[in-house]
């Protein structure tokens, strides 16, 4: 049975998880993480405490948490890196397209959660629409909220904290998106 009622928070990692200085008061972790797809390894930085939260969002059945990331193909590897529940891919193209030509399939992923009735967090740092008719769409009857972080901190503790009262049923304004967006 779905919980209609437990939002489905879109995750994007490059930019949002893993990110040049997530702060959060605590000093950084970092790992390799081989990409079979692209054949190299990238280095990942994040904040462990952002990592818990997610974690303890997810596993408390506060929201559902599902991948929406170019990592889609290979995020078990993420998965065993941040001892995370194997958690659900919204995005399943192969090959997985890279950058802004990715940005049209998480676009339908955020509609895709709201079709099936369900309220949507999604947190991207590129993805996001700009204002105008799409982000209306997503967001104007108050059953998503969207949060672009800055790329190079990525979630920082407020971000979590209007997640965190956005899953608990409070309203949020519906012509605020957190953050930037993409200009077009």
Known sequence: MIDVERPVWLLDVDGVVNTTRPGWG???????????????SYVLRWAPPLIDRIRRLHDGGRVEVRWCTTWCPESERLERLWRLPELARALHADPMPR???CWPLKLAAARAVLAEGRRLVWTDDEAL??????RDELAGDGR?????PRPL????PADLDLIEKFAAGRRMPTHRVAGRHRLG
């Open 99 to 101: 950058g802004a030509e």
């Open 153 to 156: 901190r990525g979630l920082q």
């Open 26 to 40: 605590a000093a950084p972790r970092r790992s390799l993480v081989w990409s079979a797809a692209d054949n190299t």
């Open 129 to 134: 629409p700009p204002p105008g008719p799409e």
């Open 144 to 148: 998503a909220l969207l949060i672009a």
